[in-house]
């Protein structure tokens, strides 16, 4: 597992999500307790399991599940957003009685299948789909977002920074809000460069054009660029190493890949959704509905260790810092772009 900032090591936990995620929204009917053959069967989003990210971090979740319970998971990995009904198909085949999905397109693909299968638990991740055996976890990425615009806006030199995305969805607009809000609120001259690596999933597997644009938006000036692109954030990083300029990962703790030119990374707690949802599960806690997952969760925060804290001045540390207690007592709203 990857380090996570200094905050999240003190406040975040399996078993912490686990509780938001049961009270967040109003209370919902729980289905019938888990069976005693509990099965866990993961379907990842579309891309590589081992991508540094998001996918990893559904993988570490599982694996914590594992460790702490001793009991195995079922995996499928798609090579594209329509094999999702082929996936599920084989988790089902294998006796899963309990399925996590991860990635926002799998949730039209996911109402239409969830009812054929009334006896299964189905979790998806990073999108909202509706029904009685559904539940749905999304998180308060612009609140995170925010935290590390924060940190851009006071790192950069140029008094330009830049957001380099896969595609534009709403999703990715959620990022750009609290990025651009976070920027503006540390430094209100702060020009804010986007731009999009493509216009279809492939976007997130392309670190050639990933690379292409974050040089593009180097020399428009910009010094510090948020990746939030999935693979493709492995070229982002690469022209940042390789122009002297600073990137920002995004999901996972990204700082290790390129020590000294990630600035930071904005951690998006997947790992603990899908050990929450795991744990539930297992407990017969499970409830379907709607899980919205902020700061004041400790499911979205920005990474700190020893690849990055160099670049944190004090007075950084203190500006975000006050931004994030700002932000989850309510003084700073923060946009999700819609």
């Given at each position: 597992m990857t380090p996570l900032s200094r905050r999240s090591v003190l406040v975040l936990g399996a078993s912490s999500l686990a509780a938001a995620t049961a009270t967040c929204g109003a209370p919902l009917?729980?289905?019938?307790?888990?069976?005693?053959?509990?099965?866990?069967?993961?379907?990842?989003?579309v891309g590589q399991k081992f991508d540094k990210s998001f996918n990893e971090g559904a993988f570490t979740g599982a694996e914590r599940f594992k460790t702490?319970?001793?009991l195995s998971y079922l995996e499928y990995m798609p090579n594209n957003p329509a094999q999702f009904d082929q996936g599920v198909a084989a988790l089902v085949r294998r006796g899963a009685t309990d399925i996590v999905t991860i990635g926002f397109y799998y949730a039209t693909a996911l109402a239409k299948l969830?009812?054929?299968?009334?006896?299964?638990?189905?979790?998806?991740?990073?999108?909202?789909?509706?029904?009685p055996n559904i539940r749905s976890i999304t998180f308060k990425e612009q609140e995170g977002s925010f935290l590390v615009g924060v940190l851009a806006a006071l790192a950069s030199k140029t008094g330009t920074v830049g957001f380099v995305g896969a595609l534009d969805i709403p999703l990715l607009r959620k990022f750009i809000a609290g990025f651009t809000q976070g920027a503006r609120h540390a430094r209100g001259d702060v020009t804010v460069l986007v731009n999009f690596v493509g216009t279809t999933a492939d976007a997130f597997n392309d670190p050639t054009t990933g690379a292409e644009v974050a040089r593009s938006q180097f020399q428009r000036g910009a010094d510090v660029v948020f990746a939030g692109a999935g693979v493709s954030n492995f070229g982002v990083f690469a022209a940042a190493k390789d122009g002297g300029r600073l990137a920002i990962g995004v999901d996972s703790n990204q700082n290790y890949l390129y020590p000294g030119a990630i600035l930071t990374s904005m951690l998006k707690r997947v790992d603990l959704a899908v050990d929450a949802a795991f744990q539930a599960g297992?407990?017969?806690?499970?409830?379907?509905?709607?899980r919205v997952l902020g700061l004041a969760d400790g499911a979205v925060d920005y990474a700190v260790d020893e690849n990055n804290r160099a670049?944190?001045?004090?007075?950084?540390?203190?500006?975000?810092?006050?931004?994030?207690?700002?932000i989850i007592a309510g003084r700073i709203p923060v946009s999700d772009g819609a």
């Open positions: 009917p729980a289905l019938a307790a888990a069976p005693a053959n509990f099965v866990p069967g993961l379907v990842y989003a702490a319970t001793g969830a009812p054929r299968h009334p006896d299964l638990r189905f979790t998806i991740v990073d999108s909202v789909a509706e029904g297992q407990r017969g806690t499970w409830t379907p509905g709607p670049l944190l001045t004090p007075a950084m540390l203190n500006a975000v810092e006050e931004a994030r207690r700002a």
